[in-house]
């Protein structure tokens, strides 16, 4: 079991940034593994906004590219997401996910709003 806790969330006013942290209980460099922020507005499905693997490959939805990054600390037991330039579009909860080989852990979620 892999415990995922999210921080760093809150109201911001459009064009701020905010950064978000996950805390893992396992360090994705014990098996392969991949990290990745996920979120979800209200009436929509949640979608994937940039991921991160134990290689340091990474990837990002288009509407976060040149805006958004995604990193983790040495450890590889902490991941970050630093969010530039943020649109009300980006109001969402952000989830932190763990895939550790075949299984995957999902954080409780974090609010961000975006609003002036």
């Known amino acids: 079991q892999v415990q995922l806790v999210e921080s760093g969330g809150g109201l911001v006013q459009p064009g701020g940034s905010l950064r978000l942290s996950c805390a893992a209980s396992r360090s994705i460099f014990t098996i392969p593994a991949t990290m990745g922020w996920y979120r979800q507005a209200p009436g929509t499905q949640r979608e994937l906004v940039a991921a991160i693997t134990s290689s340091d490959s990474t990837n990002y939805a288009d509407s976060v590219k040149g805006r958004f990054s995604i990193s983790r600390n040495s450890a590889g037991n902490t991941m970050y997401l630093q969010m530039n330039s943020l649109k009300p579009e980006d109001t969402a909860v952000y989830y932190c996910?763990?895939?550790?080989?075949?299984?995957?852990?999902w954080g409780q979620g974090i609010q961000v709003t975006v609003s002036s």
């Open positions: 996910r763990g895939n550790y080989g075949p299984v995957s852990y």
